[in-house]
């Protein structure tokens, strides 16, 4: 006979133990549940980029305020000028003062700030060569001697010598289109919004320009440095230099220093499309005023009638 073989029944669990395991099971459940979903929205916020907005652009200083002026009958030569209050800005005088015109040597008010910012005056500059070729107003520079940034500085404003630009432009930036690149920035975040530069003497007119309105500007902003100050200020400079040249005279070409109570700067400038240029600045009992000249047929008489007429008060 077949082996008849019992089916084991299965033992229920009393009702009890099952309500137990279902609370524990659900428990696990309701936590397990919670992991699963907040979990991806977490990672999802830490994985998420940061959306970062550009910050806006700094506003370029104020460095001139035009302000309503009273018509006075003021003659200057010159076709574009303008006489600015030093400490203010504000504007007491202008004649077509927006009008973009060559600059010629005044470029090098530009060149001296730049330089003034990046390149430590104590640093030994080593001449490139191309900057003896330099034409026009040089110092004779050697090729390939070492001098001191402040030397070449004092040559570049006193004297106002071309191949003095090149070698600082050089070795501000390492090349000379470069530089021109750093000049054309600070005039955009200056806002002289009609100023470019080609060259870092003005030397070269053609599109090299700038306006009476952003000379006064850059001066304003330039004799903030003490060592610009001191610099533009000084008639005659005797300096020490190697052999063979042993030392060098500087002579500034602003007549006004020496010869008007009170002239304590700033920079001469001509060639033939540019003309006679002249940005002056003097300070009488505290007071300052920056006079600025393009294309002037008397650039001294033009600055002085600007500085008499801001001084008398007429101009407040």
Known sequence: MPVERRRRRRRRAPLALILVAVLAGGGAFAFRHFDTTAAPAAAAHRQAPAVRHPAPPAAPPRLLSALRLVPVPLRVSARSAILVDADTGRVRWEKAAHRRRPIASTTKIMT???????????????????????????????????????????????????????????????????????????????????????????????????????????????????????????????????????????????????????????????????????????????RGLIAVVLHSADPYRDARRLLNFGFSGSGS
């Open 112 to 286: 001296a700030t730049l330089v003034l910012e990046r390149l430590p005056l104590h640093r030994v500059v080593r001449v490139p060569p191309a900057a003896t070729r330099t034409p026009l107003v040089r110092e004779g520079l050697r090729r390939k001697e070492r001098v001191p940034a402040w030397k070449l500085l004092d040559g570049l404003l006193i004297f106002s010598g071309n191949d003095d630009a090149y070698a600082l432009a050089v070795a501000a930036a390492r090349s000379r289109p470069r530089f021109v690149k750093l000049m054309n920035e600070k005039a955009r975040a200056l806002g002289l919004q009609d100023t470019h530069f080609t060259s870092v003497s003005g030397v070269v007119d053609k599109g090299n320009y700038s306006t009476a309105w952003d000379l006064a500007a850059l001066t304003r902003y330039a004799l903030r440095d003490a060592r610009f100050r001191k610099v533009v200020a000084t008639r005659i400079a005797r300096v020490r230099w190697s052999a063979p040249t042993f030392g060098k005279v500087y002579v500034n070409k602003n007549q006004l220093l020496g010869t008007y109570r009170g002239a304590d700067g700033v920079k001469t400038g001509w060639t033939t499309l540019a003309g006679h240029c002249l940005v002056a600045s003097a300070h009488r009992h505290g």
